[in-house]
C-alpha cells in the first residue's frame, strides 16, 4: 500500500519552505531614528566623506523646465580628486573588480569624484508605506508578499532583500522616457540601435492603492517604448508586465515586417531584449532587472565605494556624441561620489542556466539603485560590468536611474540604454495612464507604419 500524504503532512511541508517574516517593532523603529525612511543610515561617516542624510533634494533645480530638459544642482562643483589607470592601487578599496578591469583596459577612463551629497528623497507617503513594509513584507520562497508602496525590506537580512529593493525602488508612478541607445564596436564606433519614446507606470506605487489590491494582479512595473529609429526599426514596438511572481512575467513586440503583436516566450533572464535590438539581456536593464529564482543570493554587506551618483552633468550636453566614450560614457560628463552600498553576490542556483554563472552588485543605500554590477562568465572570467547613472529629480522627489548600460571586458564592445541628451524632455513625469495602454492592442495600434 502507498503511503498517502495527509493535509497534515502537506502542511508541515509547506511550513519548511523558506519564508522570511518582516523585522520586530523594535527594529523597524530604527527607520525613525538612526536610520533614513528608506532604510539607509542616516550619519555619516567617520573621516567626513560620506555626509549625514538630512531629508534629501527636494528643492527646485535651477534649470528644470517642468515637462522638459534637467537642470544640474552641483554645476559649479569641481572634482576633489581623479582616480586614473597610475593611481587606481591607492583606491583599490573602494573599487569594483569592473571599474579596475575599466581603468586597466581603456588609458582614457577615469573617475571624476566629486563631493558626495545624499540627495536620496520620496514622498511622505512613501516613507509611512516603507515603515509598514518592514514589519508586514517577507519572502515566501523567492516572491515577496504582504509589501506595497515603499521598499519591501528597508532593514534587509539576505542578498535577495536588497535585490528585491532595487526592483521595488522608488522611481515615480508615472513617466516618460525619451532616448537614444547605441550599440559600442570593439573600434569605438557608437551605432544606433534605437531612438523611441516609452511610457512607464508602477501599480506598486499608485498612492491610492492597498496591498490587498495590488495583491490581485501582483504587475508592479507597465512598460511600453515605441520607436521611431533607426529607420529599419521605426515603428517597431515592445510593451511588458513584469510581475511580483517573475514566472509571470509577460512581453509583447510589434514587427512591422510582419504586421503582426508576437507575445515573447521568455522575457527575462539572459535572453536578449527587443528593446535594446538585443544587445543587452532582460536581466541587465538598469544594472539589475530579473528573476531572483536563477539564484542563491549571498549578502556580503555594506561598504563604501566609488560610484556613479546625483549624475545630472551627464543631462547637460545636447548631443549624444558628447557624452559617448569608448566601451563607455565620456568620463568628463560622469560624476562619482564615495557612498555605502549594500554587495551583494548571486552563484546560479542547481538546476538553471545562465550565460553569467556568478555576478556581483553594488545597491546604494539610501536610494537601493544598483549601480554597479560585474558578471563573471563560465570560465571564471570577469565578462561584463554594468553600470546605471542616476539624476536627483525633486519633481518627484527622487534620485533616479536614468542611462544605463554595460562594457564587454572581453571583446572591447558596450552598449549604452536610456541616453537623454538629445531630446527636449528628460523623464517628464505624467499623469496616471489607463492600463489598456500597456497591452499587445494598445501597442498594435501605436506601433504600425
Given at each position: 500500500m502507498k503511503p498517502r500524504l495527509n493535509i497534515a503532512m502537506l502542511a508541515a511541508l509547506l511550513a519548511a519552505l523558506p519564508a522570511f517574516a518582516g523585522v520586530t517593532p523594535e527594529e523597524a523603529a530604527k527607520l525613525k531614528a538612526e536610520l533614513t525612511p528608506l532604510g539607509g543610515e542616516k550619519a555619516g561617516n567617520k573621516d567626513g566623506s560620506i555626509p549625514a542624510w538630512t531629508g534629501g533634494h527636494t528643492t527646485a533645480i535651477a534649470g528644470d523646465k517642468a515637462g522638459g530638459r534637467r537642470g544640474d544642482p552641483f554645476k559649479d562643483e569641481k572634482p576633489l580628486y581623479v582616480v586614473n589607470a597610475k593611481n587606481a592601487e591607492q583606491y583599490a578599496a573602494v573599487l569594483t573588480d569592473g571599474t579596475k578591469a575599466l581603468l586597466k583596459k581603456y588609458p582614457e577612463f577615469r573617475l571624476d569624484v566629486y563631493p558626495?551629497?545624499?540627495?536620496?528623497?520620496?514622498p511622505a507617503w512613501v516613507y509611512d508605506n516603507t515603515f509598514k513594509n518592514a514589519t508586514r513584507a517577507k519572502l515566501n520562497?523567492?516572491?515577496?508578499?504582504?509589501?506595497?508602496g515603499g521598499i519591501p525590506f528597508p532593514l534587509p537580512k539576505t542578498g535577495a532583500e536588497v535585490m528585491w529593493n532595487h526592483m521595488l525602488r522608488w522611481r515615480g508612478t508615472s513617466w516618460q522616457f525619451h532616448v537614444n541607445q547605441y550599440q559600442l564596436t570593439a573600434d569605438g564606433k557608437a551605432v544606433l540601435t534605437t531612438s523611441g519614446i516609452g511610457d512607464q507606470q508602477m501599480p506598486y506605487y499608485l498612492q491610492d492603492g492597498t496591498p490587498e489590491q495590488f495583491a490581485k494582479s501582483n504587475e508592479f512595473w507597465l512598460l511600453r517604448l515605441i520607436n521611431s529609429g533607426p529607420p529599419i526599426r521605426a515603428g517597431e514596438a515592445i510593451v511588458g508586465r513584469t510581475n511580483i511572481d517573475t514566472s509571470k512575467d509577460q512581453a509583447w513586440v510589434y514587427l512591422t515586417g510582419q504586421r503582426r503583436v508576437r507575445k515573447l516566450p521568455n522575457p527575462c533572464c539572459d535572453t536578449p531584449t527587443p528593446s535594446t535590438?538585443?544587445?543587452?539581456?532582460?536581466?541587465?536593464?538598469?544594472?539589475?532587472n530579473g528573476r531572483t529564482d536563477r539564484f542563491d543570493w549571498k549578502l556580503i554587506g555594506k561598504q563604501e565605494m566609488l560610484i556613479p551618483y546625483n549624475g545630472n552633468?551627464?543631462?547637460?550636453?545636447?548631443?549624444?556624441?558628447?557624452?559617448?566614450?569608448?566601451?563607455?560614457?565620456?568620463?568628463?560628463h560622469v560624476r562619482w561620489e564615495r557612498h555605502r552600498v549594500w554587495v551583494v553576490e548571486a552563484t546560479l542556483r542547481a538546476g538553471q542556466r545562465h550565460q553569467a554563472p556568478k555576478s556581483r552588485y553594488y545597491c546604494d543605500e539610501d536610494?537601493?539603485?544598483?549601480?554597479l554590477g560585474d558578471r563573471w562568465d563560465a570560465n571564471g572570467q570577469l565578462w561584463k560590468t554594468l553600470w546605471s547613472q542616476t539624476f536627483v529629480a525633486p519633481d518627484l522627489p527622487g534620485t533616479v536611474i536614468g542611462a544605463f548600460g554595460f562594457a564587454d571586458l572581453i571583446s572591447g564592445t558596450g552598449f549604452v540604454g536610456n541616453l537623454y541628451n538629445a531630446k527636449a524632455?528628460?523623464?517628464?513625469?505624467k499623469p496616471r495612464y489607463q492600463d489598456s495602454v500597456f497591452t499587445p492592442d494598445a501597442m498594435a495600434g501605436e506601433g504600425a507604419r
Open positions: 558626495t551629497h545624499r540627495t536620496a528623497a520620496a520562497g523567492d516572491i515577496p508578499a504582504g509589501a506595497y535590438a538585443g544587445v543587452m539581456s532582460f536581466d541587465e536593464i538598469e544594472t539589475w552633468k551627464l543631462l547637460q550636453p545636447k548631443t549624444d556624441a558628447e557624452v559617448m566614450g569608448k566601451a563607455y560614457l565620456n568620463p568628463d536610494t537601493w539603485n544598483c549601480v524632455a528628460q523623464y517628464p513625469l
